[in-house]
């Protein structure tokens, strides 16, 4: 499926495709860290419905009921999009002392510069994870950033 992706200056980013049914539908991810849910129903296409708009945890709730692994795929296609920043997937190794320890405890954004995006723990995606989310071994971590900065995160989990 095709998804266009808008700009929208002073907003944020609209994402739109059509459904199966013929309908428009989109997302307008704003700054403010909200998202709105909308449908076109006429020929302007800067006319939509608006049929909810969701806090930040709401969307991370609809994400994951929906199938987050479309995160992941989102952050690739960004990494695409902008000259240096790399995605990576990264495994909380057996033994590594962060195991059962919070995501802050690590100090990867801080000691790195890269971000951890996203925690996969077996079908479920915790997307935007807090620095309270406790690691468990076999989690893996969706980090963003340098190459340079991925590799320091790889560091910091195996010790």
């Given amino acids: 499926m095709d998804v266009t992706e808008i700009l929208l200056p002073g907003v944020g980013v609209r994402y739109e495709f059509p459904t199966s049914s013929g309908d428009r539908v989109g997302i307008v991810a704003k700054r403010d860290r909200e998202f709105d849910l909308v449908r076109y129903g006429g ?3 800067d006319a939509p419905e608006t049929l909810l708009t969701l806090t930040r945890e709401e969307a991370d709730a609809v994400a994951e009921i929906l199938g987050a692994p ?3 795929e989102r952050f690739a296609d960004l990494t695409r999009e902008i000259p240096g920043l790399v995605s990576g997937t990264l495994e909380v190794p057996a033994g590594s002392r962060f195991d059962g320890q919070p995501l802050g405890e690590t100090r990867s954004r801080t000691l790195t510069g890269a971000s951890i995006v996203a925690v996969v723990r077996g079908d479920r995606v915790l997307a935007s994870p807090t620095p ?3 690691l468990r071994s076999g989690d893996l971590l969706v980090v963003v950033g340098t190459t340079s900065g991925i590799d320091g995160v790889r560091k910091i989990l195996q010790g």
Avoid: L, W
Wanted: hydrophobic share 45%; no cysteine.
């Fill in 132 to 134: 309270a989310e406790v």
């Fill in 70 to 72: 479309r995160i992941v």
């Fill in 43 to 45: 020929s302007d296409p």
